[in-house]
Protein backbone atom coordinates (compact mmCIF):
# COMPACT_ATOMS: atom_id res chain seq x y z
CA UNK A 1 0.00 0.00 0.00
CA UNK A 2 2.87 2.56 1.18
CA UNK A 3 4.84 1.71 -2.24
CA UNK A 4 1.11 2.59 -4.01
CA UNK A 5 0.98 5.79 -2.07
CA UNK A 6 4.35 6.53 -2.94
CA UNK A 7 3.96 6.00 -6.85
CA UNK A 8 0.73 7.92 -6.62
CA UNK A 9 2.70 10.76 -5.38
CA UNK A 10 5.61 10.75 -7.78
CA UNK A 11 2.99 10.56 -10.44
CA UNK A 12 1.11 13.39 -9.58
CA UNK A 13 4.02 15.24 -8.95
CA UNK A 14 5.02 15.09 -12.43
CA UNK A 15 1.89 16.74 -13.40
CA UNK A 16 2.52 19.88 -12.06
CA UNK A 17 5.47 21.70 -10.29
CA UNK A 18 5.28 22.22 -6.62
CA UNK A 19 3.77 25.47 -5.04
CA UNK A 20 5.41 27.39 -3.07
CA UNK A 21 2.52 26.46 0.21
CA UNK A 22 2.99 22.44 -0.48
CA UNK A 23 7.03 22.96 -0.45
CA UNK A 24 6.95 24.64 2.83
CA UNK A 25 4.50 22.66 4.52
CA UNK A 26 6.17 19.47 3.35
CA UNK A 27 9.35 21.09 5.06
CA UNK A 28 7.51 21.91 8.11
CA UNK A 29 5.83 18.73 8.59
CA UNK A 30 8.86 16.70 8.01
CA UNK A 31 7.73 14.18 6.11
CA UNK A 32 10.92 13.95 4.35
CA UNK A 33 10.05 10.72 1.67
CA UNK A 34 7.00 12.98 0.29
CA UNK A 35 9.46 15.85 0.03
CA UNK A 36 11.74 13.64 -1.72
CA UNK A 37 8.85 12.17 -4.58
CA UNK A 38 7.88 15.71 -4.88
CA UNK A 39 11.29 16.36 -6.00
CA UNK A 40 11.63 13.23 -7.97
CA UNK A 41 8.83 14.22 -9.69
CA UNK A 42 9.59 17.45 -10.63
CA UNK A 43 12.26 17.75 -13.68
CA UNK A 44 13.01 21.25 -13.07
CA UNK A 45 13.08 21.41 -9.03
CA UNK A 46 16.58 22.47 -8.53
CA UNK A 47 16.06 25.85 -11.27
CA UNK A 48 12.53 26.70 -9.34
CA UNK A 49 11.82 29.85 -8.68
CA UNK A 50 8.94 31.02 -6.36
CA UNK A 51 7.41 34.45 -5.24
CA UNK A 52 10.38 37.10 -4.93
CA UNK A 53 12.63 34.87 -7.24
CA UNK A 54 13.09 32.83 -3.77
CA UNK A 55 14.54 28.85 -5.06
CA UNK A 56 13.14 26.40 -3.12
CA UNK A 57 16.09 26.36 -0.68
CA UNK A 58 15.34 30.43 0.57
CA UNK A 59 12.10 29.03 0.98
CA UNK A 60 12.52 26.73 2.75
CA UNK A 61 15.43 28.10 4.62
CA UNK A 62 13.32 31.28 5.60
CA UNK A 63 9.71 29.86 6.13
CA UNK A 64 10.27 25.84 7.04
CA UNK A 65 13.29 25.71 9.74
CA UNK A 66 13.64 22.33 9.14
CA UNK A 67 17.54 21.35 8.97
CA UNK A 68 16.93 17.49 6.99
CA UNK A 69 14.75 19.26 4.56
CA UNK A 70 17.05 22.04 3.63
CA UNK A 71 19.55 18.43 3.06
CA UNK A 72 16.76 17.02 1.03
CA UNK A 73 16.77 20.28 -1.09
CA UNK A 74 20.24 20.32 -0.75
CA UNK A 75 20.90 17.17 -2.65
CA UNK A 76 18.75 17.91 -5.32
CA UNK A 77 21.21 20.04 -6.88
CA UNK A 78 19.71 23.92 -5.36
CA UNK A 79 22.59 26.17 -5.56
CA UNK A 80 23.52 27.20 -2.31
CA UNK A 81 24.37 30.50 -3.24
CA UNK A 82 21.87 31.62 -5.37
CA UNK A 83 19.92 34.56 -4.39
CA UNK A 84 16.22 36.25 -4.87
CA UNK A 85 15.47 39.37 -5.79
CA UNK A 86 16.48 41.26 -3.02
CA UNK A 87 20.20 39.11 -3.31
CA UNK A 88 19.41 37.50 -0.44
CA UNK A 89 20.60 33.78 -0.03
CA UNK A 90 19.23 30.92 1.59
CA UNK A 91 22.29 31.56 4.60
CA UNK A 92 21.00 35.42 4.79
CA UNK A 93 17.17 33.94 4.89
CA UNK A 94 17.80 31.78 7.30
CA UNK A 95 18.94 34.69 9.82
CA UNK A 96 15.21 35.77 10.27
CA UNK A 97 13.78 35.08 13.87
CA UNK A 98 13.79 32.01 14.82
CA UNK A 99 17.25 31.41 13.73
CA UNK A 100 17.77 27.34 13.77
CA UNK A 101 21.19 26.79 14.23
CA UNK A 102 20.66 23.30 12.53
CA UNK A 103 20.00 25.35 9.42
CA UNK A 104 22.78 27.59 9.44
CA UNK A 105 24.95 24.76 9.84
CA UNK A 106 23.31 22.41 7.12
CA UNK A 107 23.83 25.59 4.84
CA UNK A 108 27.12 26.11 5.95
CA UNK A 109 28.54 22.54 5.12
CA UNK A 110 26.79 22.49 2.27
CA UNK A 111 29.10 25.54 1.01
CA UNK A 112 26.99 29.07 1.67
CA UNK A 113 29.24 31.44 1.72
CA UNK A 114 28.50 33.73 4.70
CA UNK A 115 30.73 36.79 3.24
CA UNK A 116 28.23 37.32 0.54
CA UNK A 117 25.96 40.48 0.50
CA UNK A 118 22.60 41.33 -0.46
CA UNK A 119 21.39 44.52 -2.21
CA UNK A 120 21.11 46.95 1.06
CA UNK A 121 25.42 45.09 1.80
CA UNK A 122 24.10 43.29 4.74
CA UNK A 123 26.06 39.79 5.19
CA UNK A 124 24.47 36.74 6.84
CA UNK A 125 26.79 37.65 9.99
CA UNK A 126 25.13 41.40 10.03
CA UNK A 127 21.52 40.25 9.59
CA UNK A 128 22.28 37.20 12.71
CA UNK A 129 23.37 40.48 15.10
CA UNK A 130 20.30 42.15 14.11
CA UNK A 131 18.20 39.12 14.72
CA UNK A 132 20.14 38.55 18.33
CA UNK A 133 20.91 35.01 17.13
CA UNK A 134 22.29 32.25 19.48
CA UNK A 135 25.69 32.44 20.15
CA UNK A 136 26.22 29.00 18.04
CA UNK A 137 25.11 30.67 14.85
CA UNK A 138 27.15 34.13 15.41
CA UNK A 139 30.37 31.50 15.55
CA UNK A 140 29.63 29.35 13.22
CA UNK A 141 29.40 32.10 10.73
CA UNK A 142 32.76 33.84 12.28
CA UNK A 143 34.60 30.60 11.68
CA UNK A 144 33.08 29.64 7.85
CA UNK A 145 33.98 33.59 7.31
Avoid: Y
Avoid at 41 to 62: S, V, Y
Avoid at 67 to 95: C, F, K, S, Y
Avoid at 129 to 141: K, S, Y
Amino acid sequence: MLALCAAFVMSAAAAWAVTEAELVSLCRSGNIQELKAVIAGDKHFAQRRFHDMDTPLILAAKRARNAEALQVILEAGVDVNARNEDGETALMEAMDEPVSPACVKALLQAGANPDLADEDGETALMKALDENAPAEVITALLDAG
